[in-house]
């Protein structure tokens, strides 16, 4: 069944998790309360000293469920996105996104809490949100973060996808490899690094890294969050844009 798969490798050092979600491998809310899942329970495996999130096929992710960040829905949605978020972002254990092709909107969130990401040479990334009227609250918190405001102004309202290469060059992607050689080229940059390090003082050397990132993480997701619900939400906008991707037609803005 599609979903999420998990694999050991490295003697055990390495848990690789892969998302399988055909068709654009969608972060829904079961694939990422799934994720959430594995990943605190993996901070009790005292040999890991890598995880990594892949996806199947030619694009790591079209993003999150549209249908759930309807008014009805979105309310819901956002506490799991939120979940998952904090659980990479305070692992100990370091997470490392491999991305190739297309990775948007919440699926580039997920990305942006990541310890490490490597990308193809392929892979695009951004947070199109815009375009349907709507914005990335994760992103607003975690972008200032890892690549400034410029950049953080620059991709949330202009909804640009950004190349690995770029990103490389902004220190976000820590390798860019060719796609047919992103897996051997992590596996063997994590053999020369982390798989050759002690975990446990790799998880105080991560818990030291992480930080001045941590610090107030929490309360301010759920303050674009509660933005999102009870201020975005209530524009016709907002509404209109999302109601036009799903029925696949222009979006007819009314700047209300």
Same mark, same amino acid.
């Given at each position: 069944?599609?979903? =999420? /798969?998990?694999?050991?490798?490295?003697?055990?050092?390495?848990?690789? +998790? /892969? $998302?399988?979600?055909?068709?654009?491998?969608?972060?829904?809310? !079961?694939?990422?309360?799934?994720?959430?899942? @594995?990943?605190?329970?993996?901070?009790?495996?005292?040999?890991?000293?890598? @995880?990594?999130? &892949?996806?199947?096929?030619?694009?790591?992710?079209?993003?999150?469920?549209? &249908?759930?960040? /309807?008014?009805?829905?979105?309310?819901?949605?956002?506490?799991?996105? #939120?979940? +998952?978020? %904090?659980? @990479?972002?305070?692992?100990?254990?370091?997470?490392?996104?491999?991305?190739?092709?297309?990775?948007?909107?919440?699926?580039?969130?997920?990305?942006? !809490?990541?310890?490490?990401?490597?990308?193809?040479?392929?892979?695009?990334?951004?947070?199109?949100?815009? #375009?349907?009227?709507?914005?990335?609250? =994760?992103?607003?918190?975690?972008?200032?973060?890892?690549?400034?405001?410029?950049?953080?102004?620059?991709? $949330?309202?202009?909804? &640009? *996808?950004?190349?690995?290469?770029?990103?490389?060059?902004?220190?976000?992607?820590?390798?860019?490899?060719?796609?047919?050689?992103? #897996?051997?080229?992590?596996?063997?940059?994590?053999?020369? /690094?982390?798989?050759?390090?002690?975990?446990?003082?790799?998880?105080?050397? =991560?818990?030291? !890294?992480?930080?001045?990132?941590?610090?107030?993480?929490?309360? *301010?997701?759920?303050?674009? *969050?509660?933005?999102?619900?009870?201020? %975005?939400?209530?524009?016709?906008?907002?509404?209109?844009?999302?109601?036009?991707?799903? &029925?696949?037609?222009?979006?007819?803005?009314?700047?209300?």
């Amino acid at each position: 069944m599609p979903g =999420v /798969t998990q694999q050991r490798a490295h003697d055990g050092k390495l848990l690789r +998790l /892969t $998302i399988d979600q055909p068709k654009g491998n969608i972060f829904s809310g !079961a694939v990422m309360r799934e994720l959430t899942a @594995i990943i605190r329970a993996a901070q009790s495996n005292r040999a890991l000293r890598a @995880i990594t999130l &892949e996806a199947e096929g030619k694009h790591f992710s079209f993003g999150a469920s549209v &249908e759930e960040h /309807t008014a009805a829905r979105v309310a819901e949605m956002l506490p799991v996105l #939120r979940g +998952l978020v %904090l659980a @990479i972002s305070g692992s100990e254990i370091p997470v490392a996104a491999l991305v190739q092709g297309m990775c948007l909107g919440g699926a580039f969130e997920v990305v942006l !809490a990541c310890h490490f990401v490597f990308a193809s040479t392929d892979a695009r990334m951004g947070v199109p949100e815009i #375009r349907l009227g709507v914005f990335p609250p =994760v992103a607003a918190v975690l972008l200032p973060r890892r690549l400034g405001q410029a950049v953080t102004d620059s991709m $949330i309202l202009t909804g &640009e *996808e950004w190349s690995g290469e770029r990103l490389h060059g902004m220190g976000l992607t820590h390798q860019v490899y060719p796609a047919d050689s992103l #897996r051997p080229g992590f596996e063997q940059w994590f053999e020369a /690094t982390l798989g050759k390090f002690s975990g446990a003082s790799l998880r105080q050397a =991560v818990k030291a !890294a992480r930080a001045a990132m941590l610090v107030g993480l929490g309360p *301010e997701l759920e303050a674009r *969050e509660q933005q999102y619900v009870s201020e %975005l939400m209530k524009l016709e906008d907002a509404n209109e844009g999302i109601a036009a991707f799903l &029925e696949r037609r222009t979006p007819q803005w009314r700047d209300a």
